[in-house]
T-cell receptor, first 114, second 109 residues
Framework: ETGVTQTPRHLVMGMTNKKSLKCEQH?????MYWYKQSAKKPLELMFV???????ENNSVPSRFSPECPNSSHLFLHLHTLQPEDSALYLC?????????????FGPGTRLTVL | DAKTTQPNSMESNEEEPVHLPCNHS???????IHWYRQLPSQGPEYVIH???SNVNNRMASLAIAEDRKSSTLILHRATLRDAAVYYC??????????FGTGTRLAVRP
């Protein structure tokens, strides 16, 4: 498989559940990103990892916990979410953390919190 | 932060050229102009970027005004698959990729 993949593509969870979103890139990139896209709002950058180190955390609530075990994999662990956290969660990667490098996005995980 | 202004929506006929404008009057000398697009039910994809000179690639052309305060993304022959939201974004080294609301392009058959 090539490019950036995300699983699951759709997820429905209750507010007390714990779930994880997975992202994998097969491009040999060193930087990976989590974005949130809510209905009728622009994409919001959540987290940036460069060489497996978190380099940016945009005031994201602690109920979202990222993990980057290696340069090819990125997880977003979810717990005690709120209905307003329902959104499309997008993962992206780029060659490095110089932001004018082209970013490659996955198809996203559509999350619904009941 | 330097910001961009784009029309909310545009329409085009299939097989015709499309010119998508972007105003960025507060652009700084180190800002690159990037364009991404997001097709329905997909993540965004990179289209093109430039600094001062016009740029061409297999997807589109980017025309940058001499004063760099505006730019235009040109799709030479729109197809139905080009229907998407197009984002114009200014980025300097070390900046975040900050998306606005973009221009929703509809292509009529």
């Amino acid at each position: 498989e090539t490019g950036v993949t995300q699983t699951p593509r759709h997820l429905v969870m209750g507010m007390t559940n714990k779930k994880s979103l997975k992202c994998e890139q097969h491009l040999g990139h060193n930087a990976m990103y989590w974005y949130k896209q809510s209905a009728k709002k622009p994409l919001e950058l959540m987290f940036v990892y460069s060489l497996e180190e978190r380099v940016e955390n945009n005031s994201v609530p602690s109920r979202f916990s990222p993990e980057c075990p290696n340069s090819s994999h990125l997880f977003l662990h979810l717990h005690t979410l709120q209905p307003e956290d329902s959104a499309l969660y997008l993962c992206a990667s780029s060659q490095d953390w110089v932001h004018y490098n082209e970013q490659f996005f996955g198809p996203g995980t559509r999350l619904t919190v009941l | 932060d330097a910001k961009t202004t784009q029309p909310n929506s545009m329409e085009s006929n299939e097989e015709e050229p499309v010119h998508l404008p972007c105003n960025h009057s507060t652009i700084s000398g180190t800002d690159y102009i990037h364009w991404y697009r997001q097709l329905p039910s997909q993540g965004p994809e990179y289209v093109i970027h430039g600094l001062t000179s016009n740029v061409n690639n297999r997807m589109a052309s980017l025309a940058i005004a001499e004063d760099r305060k505006s730019s235009t993304l040109i799709l030479h022959r729109a197809t139905l698959r080009d229907a998407a939201v197009y984002y114009c974004i200014l980025i300097s080294s070390g900046d975040k990729l900050t998306f606005g609301t973009g221009t929703r392009l509809a292509v009529r058959p």
